[in-house]
C-alpha cells in the first residue's frame, strides 16, 4: 500500500530533551515536506526537499533540523525542544511533475513539550 | 512573499444546498493552486489542484474550484453539500519555487 508513515503518533517530552521524528514513504517520491499544524494558524511549512541531499527552509525552520540521507526517509529533529514546539506535526511526500503533484500526508504526530 | 487568504473560519450550509469555500491568494509568477480537505479522523487528503489550462477545475468527492486571475482567487464550490463533506478545508499556493504556503483552514459544517 502506497502511504507515508510517520513515528510516533503522539509523544510527549520536556524542555530540551532532543527528539526525533521519522518520515518515511514508499512511493520512490523526490519531493518530501514537513509542516505544523496550530489552531487558526493553519499548516505551515517548516522544512521541504527536493530530492537526496537537497533540503530547505519552508516558513517556521527555527528550532528544527531535517535530513535527507536516503530518497524514502526525511526526518524531523528537535535537538532543544521548547514548549512552543508544541503541536501537530505532518510529513508528506509527492512526486515532482506538474501534471502528477499532489501531496501525500501521515497520519501526523501530536507532540508535547512540557 | 507569496501567502493565501481564506477569509472565513466557518461556513455554515444545509445538506443538499451548494456550498462555496473562498481563497484569494498572492504569488509572484504564476500559481499552482491546490485544495487539501482534512476529516476527522482521517489525515489530509489532496482534492484537486490547477495547475494550467483550464479555469475550472474538477476533483474528488464532487468538488471543483475556479481560479480566477483578475481576482487571485480559487473558490472551492461543491453543487448539493452531503453531511460527509463537514471537514477542515485548506487552500495552498505554490509559485515556481519549491515553498508550498497552506491558509489557516475553513471548517465546513454541513447540517441536515
Known amino acids: 500500500e502506497a502511504q507515508v508513515t510517520q513515528n510516533p503518533r503522539y509523544l510527549i517530552t520536556v524542555t530540551g530533551k532532543k527528539l526525533t521524528v521519522t518520515c518515511s514513504q514508499n512511493m520512490n517520491h523526490e519531493y518530501m515536506s514537513w509542516y505544523r499544524q496550530d489552531p487558526g494558524l493553519g499548516l505551515r511549512q517548516i522544512y521541504y526537499?527536493?530530492?537526496?541531499?537537497?533540503?530547505d527552509k519552508g516558513d517556521v525552520p527555527e528550532g528544527y533540523k531535517v535530513s535527507r540521507k536516503e530518497k524514502r526517509n526525511f526526518p524531523l529533529i528537535l535537538e532543544s525542544p521548547s514548549p512552543n514546539q508544541t503541536s501537530l506535526y505532518f510529513c508528506?511526500?509527492?512526486?515532482?511533475?506538474?501534471?502528477?503533484?499532489?501531496?501525500?500526508f501521515g497520519s501526523g504526530t501530536q507532540l508535547s513539550v512540557l | 512573499a507569496q501567502s493565501v487568504a481564506q477569509p472565513e473560519d466557518q461556513v455554515n450550509v444545509a445538506e443538499g444546498n451548494p456550498l462555496t469555500v473562498k481563497c484569494t491568494y498572492s504569488?509572484?509568477?504564476?500559481?499552482?493552486l491546490f485544495w487539501y480537505v482534512q476529516y476527522p479522523n482521517r489525515g489530509l487528503q489532496f482534492l484537486l489542484k490547477y495547475i494550467t489550462g483550464d479555469n475550472l477545475v474538477k476533483g474528488s468527492y464532487g468538488f471543483e474550484a475556479e481560479f480566477n486571475k483578475s481576482q487571485t482567487s480559487f473558490h472551492l464550490k461543491k453543487p448539493s453539500a452531503l453531511v460527509s463533506d463537514s471537514a477542515l478545508y485548506f487552500c495552498a499556493v505554490r509559485a515556481t519555487a519549491s515553498k508550498l504556503t497552506f491558509g489557516t483552514g475553513t471548517r465546513l459544517q454541513v447540517t441536515l
Open positions: 504569488v509572484s509568477g504564476n500559481p499552482y
Open positions: 508528506a511526500s509527492s512526486p515532482w511533475t506538474g501534471a502528477n503533484e499532489k501531496l501525500f
Open positions: 526537499s527536493m530530492n537526496v541531499e537537497v533540503t
